[in-house]
């Protein structure tokens, strides 16, 4: 599904980056041997009202999930909530710290490209 950063109700969806120092290999690994653990998490994340998700990794360590969500305080609960499903998921791929949560808004630019621009 395209991060399409759709209209709900007055409001824009935003856009949640969430990083860590961890091994990208590792969590594709782990995902591919228990993809109905990962499969079960992001339903909940669905329930919740997650729009998209993806997860991303860098060549130095670094894993980063980027989702869209009708507004913050829906990924925190959700996040609250499957924490404990969560934590160990990341702990086995090397994260050993709190991750990194940032919303973002989509800037009126006027320079779109793609997502249904």
């Known amino acids: 599904m395209p991060l399409a950063n759709p ?7 935003v856009i949640m980056t969430l990083r860590a ?5 590792e969590l594709e690994r782990r995902a591919a ?3 109905d653990r990962i499969r079960a998490i992001a339903d909940r994340a669905r329930e919740h009202g997650l729009i ?11 894993v980063m999930v980027i989702d869209e969500w009708p507004d913050p305080q829906s990924f925190q609960t959700f996040f609250e909530e499957m924490r ?5 998921l990341m702990r086995g791929a090397g994260v050993t710290t ?4 940032t919303f973002w808004r989509k800037l009126e ?3 779109e490209v793609g997502w249904s621009d």
């Open 7 to 13: 209209t709900i109700g007055d409001r824009m969806s």
């Open 21 to 25: 120092k961890g091994d990208p290999q």
């Open 33 to 35: 041997e228990e993809p």
């Open 52 to 62: 998209a998700h993806r997860f991303y990794g860098s060549d130095d360590g670094q």
């Open 84 to 88: 404990s499903e969560i934590d160990p």
């Open 98 to 101: 709190d991750p990194e949560v």
């Open 109 to 111: 630019t006027h320079d």
